[in-house]
């Protein structure tokens, strides 16, 4: 089967060329109003931003930075299709302002942004980024009351338009994407403790590649999850805050289409980089897969035989278990954006099973 991925160059608050309900599934992490390092991209866009943050009115600053999102959200509500899914990752921002330390609740009005566009909230998770400091702490340190507890957290914001999507009994792209029962143990809880890495846009270790200060990309483990949890093989995947390609990315690996939007398009350059060894990559993860998995029930009684592997899995509805894995990329272009067909076949066609000693 083949996959297309399309990366434009332009502002998602227009994205003329994506049908209306034509996304079953948007993956994203937009530009944290309040964060600093997105000053200047919200402050270009409307410069009452800047005027706003320069007199010290933080709220003011905080409502103009989220009105450039909602023009985002009227778009990704028009192109999602009858039951599909929105997810949004977002931290909240502490700042001093105006010589107020407080915090911007980013989620929060996300949250109300989306379900005004007639979008269900569906329950959330918590991304919480472990860190090895032993200075957790904002404010005066170890005296009270004017210390603060420091952030560690983000949100996986989940959306749904519509009612539950619906297929046709016995639908081969949705029993061959099933996920299995340990995944769907962890994946659909509401902590994850994931680090904050693995973007490799800085490869010579340095900071000389400026491409990471002006990214702030999520790291792929959200996105593959976020993918195989809330869509099904060639599906189609949206990123309107797309910058280095993760959710693209991600997209090609678990065998979905997909397309982004950035308004820079210098970032797309890592996605290039990222595919030189996609085929290996791609297989290395559908092994390491199932390989958790044959460990997962090395010990456990029962289950049910799968169809397309040498080993068993818990329930019925995974014995159809069929991961995809990259074999080749079949065309490139570039112009303003980029655009990558990607072809993929079945992994048990492909990937050997374990050789007993």
């Not at 170890?142 to 338009?161: G, I």
């Not at 702030?216 to 976020?226: D, S, V």
């Not at 939007?261 to 990222?274: E, H, I, M, S």
């Amino acid at each position: 089967m083949r996959t297309e991925h399309v990366l434009r160059v332009g502002d998602a608050a227009a994205m003329d060329a994506v049908a209306d309900e034509s996304v079953d599934l948007v993956v994203t992490s937009p530009p944290y109003p309040m964060i600093d390092l997105w000053d200047d991209l919200f402050a270009a866009r409307d410069p009452d931003v800047r005027a706003a943050l320069d007199a010290g009115a933080g709220d003011a600053a905080f409502d103009l930075m989220h009105a450039q999102l909602d023009a985002v959200w009227d778009e990704v509500a028009r192109v999602l299709a009858p039951g599909g899914v929105v997810c949004v990752n977002v931290g909240d921002a502490t700042r001093s302002v105006g010589g107020e330390f407080q915090q911007f609740p980013n989620h929060a009005r996300i949250v109300d942004a989306l379900r005004s566009r007639g979008l269900t909230p569906l329950p959330d998770v918590l991304w919480r980024k472990p860190t090895n400091s032993h200075t957790k702490f904002m404010g005066s340190g170890t005296l009270p009351p004017n210390a603060y507890v420091t952030l560690e957290h983000e949100y996986v914001l989940l959306f749904r338009k519509g009612g539950p999507r619906s297929f046709p009994p016995g639908d081969d792209r949705r029993y061959e994407s099933a996920f299995f029962w340990e995944e769907r143990n962890r994946w659909f809880s509401d902590l994850w403790e994931l680090r904050g890495e693995g973007q490799a846009l800085d490869p010579a270790g340095d900071g000389s590649d400026g491409r990471r200060d002006r990214s702030a990309a999520f790291p792929l483990e959200i996105p593959l999850r976020l993918i195989r949890m809330f869509s099904v093989r060639d599906d189609r995947v949206l990123d309107p805050f797309v910058g280095t390609g993760t959710t693209a990315l991600a997209a090609m690996l678990a065998a979905r289409n997909s397309v982004g939007y950035d308004l820079d398009g210098d970032l797309f350059d890592a996605l290039d980089d990222r595919l030189t060894d996609i085929q290996s990559a791609s297989r290395r993860r559908v092994i390491d897969r199932l390989d958790r998995h044959r460990a997962a029930i090395q010990d456990r009684d029962g289950g049910y035989e799968a169809e397309h592997f040498d080993f068993r899995v818990v329930t019925k509805r995974e014995r159809r278990i069929r991961p995809y894995a990259v074999d080749s990329v079949v065309e490139r272009s570039a112009g303003d954006g980029r655009r990558y067909v990607l072809e993929h076949v079945p992994a048990d066609g492909i990937i050997e099973p374990p050789h007993e000693e």
